[in-house]
């Protein structure tokens, strides 16, 4: 297992499962403090599924797919229990989380392309 897989990993299913909690209601006063558009809660919702797409595609090719689903549902479950403790404790800090989650990801998906 590379460590800069999992960072990857890490880094897009917690950004991922953050657009998707913003396309719920009950999340979006507490994180963002304004009523999004019925139109911006699609796209949130679209790009968080397609987040989590992509990461298990990517945990499929870096680790192979014996071993890359098992490693993308233990990052998810990381980032949904990192989510759930932030918006419970923290909620103002879910948007810069989410912002170094996503340069996390490009660091790795960029150290491991070079490996």
Do not use: K
């Not at 911006?40 to 689903?69: C, M, T």
């Amino acid at each position: 297992m590379t460590p800069w897989a999992l960072v990857l990993n890490l880094g897009l299913s917690f950004a991922a499962l953050s657009a998707l909690c913003l396309g719920l209601n009950r999340h979006q006063a507490d994180i963002l403090r304004t009523r999004p558009s019925g139109q911006q809660v699609a796209g949130l919702r679209l790009l968080g599924w397609l987040g989590l797409g992509l990461s298990l595609l990517l945990a499929g090719q870096a680790e192979g797919w014996a071993f890359g689903p098992v490693q993308w549902l233990g990052a998810l479950t990381g980032a949904g229990v990192a989510l759930v403790l932030l918006l419970s404790y923290r909620p103002r800090l879910v948007g810069p989380a989410c912002v170094l989650a996503l340069l996390a990801a490009v660091l790795g998906g960029l150290r491991l392309a070079s490996a």
